[in-house]
């Protein structure tokens, strides 16, 4: 009975063994063949490599004559003087639109120091004023310096001259001297600028002849009006395609409804004369609305 037994015994286990070497051998198969599957690959690509670049959008501004290199005055009411210039689009994308404003860089200055000798008062200021210009010196203590609507005689960098006898002492501290603001701050009698294009030809800044046809780029506009927010020029009349030049002509006009009476020498406390603009001028050019392309 125990042969018989042990019998069964070892032919049930050699049973168990053949099944797991077969479960094993077709185990090893499986890894095998997956193995080799996973090694294959295949790729594509282009023999000759594709060049992508980014446009570019320039623009500069070049005066023909004098251009805005040369200062303009003494103008009075009624006075138009044109600048000439010429706006080109150097880069290799369209324009969509341009703009243009103006900044004006006169500002008060601070007073640092101040003497009078002979009817002459000097003021020691950072200051960009010329000569004819009208100020107002205010909140100077020591002496007798404060005094509305005095013409700078002279300036430099860091000084301007007053002649006036009136102006006299010993300077303590302090003061400013405010130039007059209306020549880019009166919507009214202060500057007016229109802007024209010479389209097809060029402009002769010694005749202001256009060799082409006249045509609005930018219709009367107050100064005050640039110098808050930049106004649109009409792009019809804009040369905006790459390598584009727009030929224009600046044109300021003061008005001639300015009306004002010197008495004695003394100008009116609130003047236009003596009045001046330190002015920049900026165009700005826009892209196109950007696009997507099939090819």
């Known amino acids: 009975m125990k042969l018989g037994l042990l019998t069964a015994k070892n032919a049930k286990s050699k049973t168990i063994k053949i099944s797991i070497l077969a479960i094993a051998a077709v185990g090893g198969v499986s890894l095998v063949s ?4 996973a090694s294959l690959n295949a790729t594509a690509f282009n023999t000759s490599a594709q060049n992508v670049s980014v446009g570019t959008l320039k623009l500069t501004q070049a005066g023909i004559g004098n251009g805005f290199t040369t200062a303009i005055g003494p103008i009075q009411p009624g006075d138009t003087q044109n600048r000439y210039i010429d706006v080109t689009n150097g880069g290799s994308l369209v324009g969509s639109s341009m703009t243009l404003q103006i900044a004006d860089a006169q500002a008060a200055a601070t007073i640092t120091a101040a ?25 100077v203590t020591g002496g ?30 302090g003061g400013t001297a405010t130039p007059l603001g209306t020549l880019t701050s009166d919507a009214t009698n202060g500057l007016q600028v229109t802007v024209s294009s010479c389209t097809g030809g060029t402009w002769t800044a010694a005749t202001g002849v256009c060799s082409g046809s006249t045509n609005a780029v930018l219709a009367s506009t107050p100064a005050v009006t640039l110098k808050g927010a930049a106004q649109t020029l009409t792009a019809a009349n ?15 006009n ?13 100008l009116p406390a609130t003047t236009l004369q003596g009045a001046t603009g330190s002015i920049t001028w900026t165009f700005t050019e826009a892209q196109v609305t950007g696009s997507t392309t099939n090819s």
Not at 34 to 37: A, K
């Open 34 to 37: 997956s193995n080799v599957f």
């Open 115 to 139: 003497t009078a000798t002979g009817g002459t008062a000097t003021f020691t200021a950072v200051n960009s004023f010329i000569a004819g210009q009208t100020v107002t010196i205010a909140s």
């Open 144 to 173: 007798s310096y404060n005094k509305t609507n005095v013409t700078v005689a002279s300036a430099t960098g860091t000084q301007f001259t007053v002649v006036d006898s009136a102006l006299t002492g010993t300077y303590t501290s």
């Open 238 to 252: 804009l040369a905006l395609t790459a390598g584009g030049v727009s030929h224009l002509k600046i044109s300021m």
């Open 254 to 266: 003061l008005p001639s409804t300015l009306a004002e009476t010197t008495i004695n020498g003394v």
